[in-house]
């Protein structure tokens, strides 16, 4: 492959969209990075952070608590006048899109790339349109990327854009998820940072509020007079985004030899029948056009490298000859006749006389269904019928649906689970009417194991997964109906794969950032319904929320306030110290120093550097009647603690747990050291065994007393994401670890000793 003859030296890489996008912002040299993990977007700040432990640049890269936070952390920093980049995907961009508006109103330049995906429901995770096309109405200018190579320069072009004085707006660069983020291509990146520099220029000196000798509000409150202004000049900012693109385009073309016209298009001289698509999908239809030309087709593809300010001009000339054009959208407008892109083009060649443009709409490559050749043939077709009897058969149509089939309608495969047959006794609880506290007697464990377990087996976890078995020791002590809410994770992942399910109880979904407050609205309508008498008076139901410790950093705002409210529900948090399921990303529960993909570890940098929220405490802080924590590797205890948490949640109101659950494929240990890793843990006081009632602290486990205490090192060997930790050069965080170890043993003691604190 030889390099393109640009002005700048250049050098090749093997790289996918997502490090393609990595590479751009060290090279550009952005001041902050606020992100937060998710599918398939997430390897951009995976590979940020692996450059960064390695010193490769020294870009800030904040985790937000959810894609909400890490909008706002992006506006601030933008703000202060540096240059800042976000990435993210989907439901994360839908949890943002609020701040979208904000940041364009307000004019600060930004850029954020988007792996855009399939937006729920139901939850999918494959790449296609819906999640970008919800950003066309926000103010941002949207930049597209088919490519790899699009995806680096992009990020240039971004940058350039955004800043320019006659534009000021914030810049998304979108790309196709997993055809495009994970798929790696030959790119050619730069090797001349003078270049770089000499494009880029400097950051312009808006105005800030760093800018303390000029004094300015940001975001005041405006009254319709003044906002419709402010509106105005978004529009014109917008409008003048539309020279200013073509020219920082063309100095791009300058410095690497790689062309971006705002409207790609692709042996359309003397096209009578045209396909309209975005992204990577368009590569594809150019080699169906191709072997159709060859046999005599006079057909072409138009493809945007722009959609935001939208490119009516150039659409009305690349179809002014074109008979017909079938329009493909990976995203519906729900009862449009359409997707955005089938819209737009339409409204634009309706405002040209010239043009006789017959138009066909299509959904095509939802939730990342494949494009390949024989689509894009059937699309050509479609279109030359249309152009050659000079009628459009059918104007709008899905395409690739798969008809259903009675005979392949889901059955169970192990029938639901009747409350009788799971509602054995195996806990007895009482009240201690001197204490006011409940006391638990259990059956002997060999007795629980013939409790069949309310989630069938078969699921889809790693070996050694630690959720399932704490669950199905948690539920083997609930007697009656139980209610499981899952939070996006692991657990709902790898358990509820359509058209299957290994739930044999009512289960409900929601996304990891609303399932305390998504449960709390059905508590409260059961009780309703109850009250109303639409309900059997004497229905019994346990409403459980499962999630695992990230749902307790995006959702923390909804639990707390169900916990404020105190519904009569559970919330159970399996702690495996990270986001496991995009990859085992840093939480705010994962210890102080310990590895993670956006904690890395290298010559410059020794994991995660500051220590993990104690979420316990936080939720004991809004005065539940019933607050514990528990370990797979203790099961009595846990067990003892799940009656416990019934009894509560069932009478008094809201009860919460947390569980230190093993992950051996992202602790980095062999699947059966579940037993040791935890019980090192506990006995170490790093995850200490305790209870809240109402207030009174009750140390469940105390190794100090029982003669087991043991330093944090004992645990720290036995994972291989701890192990960097006990160099002779890391001794000094060791010993950090070990006295917020102490500290907060020797805190928990005290609220053991006085009941008062």
């Not at 010193?55 to 894609?67: F, L, T």
């Not at 439901?91 to 701040?99: C, D, K, R, S, V």
């Not at 202004?229 to 790689?258: C, D, W, Y």
């Not at 203790?634 to 069932?650: I, S, T, V």
């Amino acid at each position: 492959m030889n390099l393109p003859s640009g002005t700048a030296r250049q050098k090749l890489e093997f790289r996918s969209g997502n490090e393609a996008a990595a590479l751009a912002a060290r090279d550009i040299g952005f001041h902050l990075m606020g992100y937060f993990p998710i599918t398939p977007s997430t390897e951009v700040a995976e590979d940020l952070a692996k450059m960064q432990a390695e010193g490769e640049h020294d870009i800030v890269m904040i985790a937000g608590d959810g894609e909400h936070g890490a909008a706002g952390i992006c506006y601030g920093a933008a703000l202060g006048g540096g240059r800042v980049l976000n990435a993210t995907s989907s439901q994360g961009l839908l949890f943002a899109l609020e701040q979208l508006p904000v940041q364009a109103g307000t004019r600060v330049p930004m850029v954020l790339d988007v792996a855009a995906r399939t937006v729920s429901g139901p939850l999918d995770i494959r790449g296609d349109h819906s999640d970008l096309y919800y950003t066309l109405n926000t103010g941002w200018i949207v930049l597209c990327a088919r490519d790899p190579q699009a995806v680096y320069d992009m990020n240039f072009a971004a940058v350039r854009i955004g800043e320019h004085p006659d534009v000021r707006l914030p810049v998304l660069v979108a790309y196709d998820g997993f055809f495009t983020s994970h798929q790696k291509r030959r790119i050619t990146v730069f090797d001349d940072p003078d270049a770089v520099r000499a494009f880029l220029g400097e950051r312009p000196a808006f105005p800030s509020p760093l800018d303390t000798e000029h004094p300015a509000t940001f975001g005041p409150y405006m009254n319709d007079p003044d906002l419709i202004n402010n509106k105005v000049q978004l529009s014109q900012a917008m409008e003048a985004a539309r020279r200013v693109i073509p020219e920082v385009f063309a100095e791009l073309e300058r410095l690497t030899g790689r062309s971006y016209p705002v409207l790609d298009a692709y042996r359309m001289d003397d096209a009578e029948a045209a396909i309209v698509l975005i992204n990577s999908a368009a590569e594809t239809a150019k080699e169906t056009a191709d072997v159709l030309r060859a046999s005599g087709e006079r057909v072409g593809v138009l493809s945007p490298n722009v959609l935001r300010p939208f490119p009516a001009d150039e659409f009305r000339r690349g179809l002014r000859r074109v008979k017909a054009a079938t329009i493909g959208d990976r995203a519906d407008s729900y009862g449009a006749g359409g997707g955005n892109l089938s819209l737009e083009v339409r409204a634009a060649i309706q405002a040209d006389p010239a043009s006789g443009t017959l138009v066909l709409s299509r959904i095509y490559g939802l939730g990342g269904k494949d494009f390949g050749g024989a689509d894009a043939e059937r699309f050509f077709a479609d279109a030359t019928a249309a152009a050659r009897s000079g009628r459009v058969a059918e104007a709008f149509a899905y395409h690739g649906a798969t008809p259903g089939r009675p005979d392949r309608m889901p059955r169970p495969g192990l029938p639901p689970i009747p409350a009788a047959e799971v509602s054995r006794g195996m806990a007895h609880v009482r009240r201690d009417e001197t204490t006011g506290r409940l006391a638990v007697e259990l059956e002997p464990l060999w007795k629980m194991t013939a409790v069949p377990s309310r989630i069938a087996p078969g699921h889809g976890a790693c070996p050694g997964c630690g959720i399932f078995p704490t669950l199905h020791q948690f539920q083997r002590v609930l007697e009656g109906d139980i209610v499981a809410l899952f939070q996006t994770g692991c657990a709902m992942v790898v358990s509820t794969g359509y058209p299957t399910t290994a739930h044999r109880i009512n289960y409900v979904h929601n996304l990891f950032q609303n399932g305390a407050a998504t449960l709390s609205g059905l508590v409260e309508m059961y009780r309703e319904r109850v009250r109303r008498g639409e309900l059997p008076a004497s229905s019994d139901i346990t409403f459980v929320m499962i999630t695992g410790d990230g749902g307790m950093d995006i959702g923390m705002g909804p639990a707390l306030g169900a916990a404020h409210r105190n519904h009569p529900m559970m919330i159970l948090e399996y702690d495996n110290q990270g986001y496991m399921n995009t990859g085992a990303q840093l939480s705010y529960s994962t210890p102080f120093g310990h590895r993670t993909s956006t904690s890395e570890v290298g010559s410059k940098l020794a994991g995660k550097r500051y220590h993990h929220k104690d979420t316990a405490q936080i939720l004991a802080s809004c005065h539940l009647p019933y607050v514990f924590t528990a370990s797979e590797g203790y099961p009595e205890d846990l067990m003892r603690k799940a009656a416990k948490a019934q009894w509560y949640a069932k009478r008094e109101g809201l009860v919460y747990g947390k569980i230190l659950s093993f992950c051996p494929l992202n602790w980095r240990t062999t699947d059966d050291a579940a037993q040791p890793v935890l019980q090192a843990a506990v006995d170490s006081c790093f995850f200490p065994l305790y209870e809240i009632e109402h207030g009174h602290t009750a140390i469940t486990y105390d190794p100090e007393a029982m003669g087991r205490r043991r330093p944090v090192t004992d645990w720290l060997k036995l994972m291989g994401k701890t192990r960097h930790l006990l160099t002779p050069e890391n001794a000094a965080l060791v010993q950090g670890i070990q006295d917020e170890a102490d500290r907060r043993w020797r805190r928990l003691k005290a609220m053991h000793e006085h009941p008062e604190l």
